[in-house]
């Protein structure tokens, strides 16, 4: 996850990994991101890809608070974006 540097193309798909099937997950990522895109570091762009590979129904519940991050992705940079993106 964190750490590495990132192809750039990795920015680039977020927007489309971003689409989703659930609408709900769609509107508070792309709330997220349009609130937060241009201030995304390398770290925080491969944070959400890892979110973003989650099925949708375990992403909604983590945006939502109904769970909390667990096993690799219980890390503070998880928990940090989360943040964010509840507050979105």
Known sequence: MPGKPLDPRARLRLRWRARRGLLEN?????????????????????TLTALLALDDTDLLDLLLG????????????VHRLLAGLRAA
Request: a negative charge; aromatic letters at 4%.
């Open 26 to 46: 769609d509107l508070i990522i792309t709330r997220f991101l349009d609130a937060n895109e241009a201030r995304l570091t390398d770290d925080d762009v491969a």
């Open 66 to 77: 109904r769970t909390e991050p667990e096993g690799e992705l219980d890390v503070p940079e």
